[in-house]
Each structure stands twice: as C-alpha cells, then as structure tokens.
C-alpha cells in the first residue's frame, strides 16, 4: 500500500533553515510527482511546489521560490523540503503528497498524503 | 497564477440536509478540478478530481459538477462525518497548483 512517512517535529530559531524528509513505499516513486503543501495554524492550504522524481524537475509557488529547494534521493525513494531564512510566518505544518496519476500522464491531484511535519519558528 | 475563491466561507447545514459549496477559478481550468475534505485534525482527503469523478471510497452523496471557471460540490444528505473544512485546487496546466480558501462546513 501506498505510504508517505514524514519525519518528526522541527523547531527553530528565525533565520534559521530547515529540512523535512518524506519516505516513500508502496509504488514505483520515480514514476509520479510530489507536492509539499504547507498549513499555518487555523488557516488553510498553501501549494510550496512539485518535483518529479524521474527527470529532477521542479516547480516553486512565487512567493517561495528564493527560500525552497524541493529534491529527491531515488535510492531511498525520499524526497526533501528545505527551507531557509525561517520567521515566524512560516510556523506550519508541512506535507508531501502523491499526485495520482502517473508522470507520463500530465499533473493531477493528490491522491496520498504524508501525516504532515509541524515546524515551529521561535525565539 | 490562478486564483481559486470559494463561497460560502462558512456553511451551517443540518445533519440530513444538502449542502452546496463553490470554487471559482480566475480563468479557465477546463476540468482540472479537485475538491478535498479536512476533518480536523486529520490531513486532507481526495473527493472529487476531474471536476466530478469521485475518488476512490468516496460515498456517493459527494458529487461534484462544473468547467471552466465555475464549479459545484453538493453533498446531498450531510452526515455526521462531513462536517469538516472543504478546499478545491487546480491542477491544470502547469504550476501553480493554487488551492481555494476553503469552505467550513460547521453543524446548524
């Protein structure tokens, strides 16, 4: 079965990077896409960006792009989310997801999710 | 970038009743459309992709309509488990893939 483990709790002090895994198992990871969608306390989703496995492209929402570097290690078929520069605004829980379909087929939505990683930015 | 709004913003609905949520798109997506659940607490949930293809698992009383810029997700008779927060995102194209604002689905 299809399962994205994420890794535990960060915290850390502003200015300060962070760097969250997401193992994946149960499917052929070089074949489908991987979002990172991030969640502020109480407030709604936010899309980071996309990376395929296969071909090491990426994608980063605007807002993130000089911040984020999303990358995967094939070997272990996990992919990372760095983070740098950290405020306080950017306290969330972090997800990665699956997209459904298979890269071949285009961009689709996100079908499998990690549990999420809650980073916490804090003097 | 496209936008994605959704109304109502909060949707108080009696068990048993309908519930009819929207999401707007700031050009068109054709019907590169999803919807998901977030109860609280728990991740997100695929409902509803293609605009009105319901995922795997997912009760026949979600149904999803719309392309384009407008779309609909109706839940026909509300359950306990459904009262939750529901967000549409796009996937068309190419990134971004905006998500909408969501809408809370709280008991009347």
């Known amino acids: 079965q299809v399962e994205l483990v994420q890794s535990g709790p960060e915290v850390r002090k502003p200015g300060a990077s962070v760097k969250v895994s997401c193992k994946a198992s149960?499917?052929?990871?070089?074949?489908?896409?991987i979002n990172w969608v991030r969640q502020a306390p109480g407030q709604g989703l936010e899309w980071i960006g996309w990376?395929?496995?296969?071909?090491?492209?990426?994608n980063y929402a605007q807002k993130l792009q000089d911040r984020v570097t999303l990358t995967t290690d094939t070997s272990s078929t996990t992919a990372f989310m760095e983070l740098r520069s950290l405020t306080s605004d950017d306290t969330a829980i972090y997800y990665c997801?699956?997209?459904?379909?298979?890269?071949?087929?285009?961009?689709?939505?996100?079908?499998?999710w990690g549990l999420g990683t809650l980073v916490t930015v804090s003097s | 970038e496209i936008v994605l709004s959704q109304s109502p913003a909060t949707l108080s609905v009696s068990p048993g009743e309908r519930a009819t949520l929207s999401c707007r798109a700031s050009?068109?997506?054709?019907?590169?459309l999803a919807w998901y659940q977030q109860r609280p607490g728990q991740t997100p949930r695929l409902l509803i992709y293609?605009?009105?293809t319901r995922a795997t698992g997912i009760p026949a009383r979600f149904s999803g309509s719309g392309s384009g810029t407008e779309f609909t997700l109706t839940i026909s008779s509300l359950q306990s488990e459904d009262f939750a927060v529901y967000y549409c995102?796009?996937?068309?194209?190419?990134?971004?893939?905006?998500f909408g604002p969501g809408t809370i689905v709280d008991i009347k």
């Open positions: 149960g499917y052929s990871f070089n074949s489908y896409g």
């Open positions: 293609d605009a009105s």
């Open positions: 995102q796009h996937y068309h194209s190419w990134p971004p893939f905006t």
């Open positions: 990376i395929s496995p296969f071909s090491g492209d990426i």
């Open positions: 050009q068109s997506v054709t019907n590169n």
């Open positions: 997801a699956r997209e459904r379909l298979r890269l071949l087929a285009g961009h689709s939505p996100l079908d499998f």
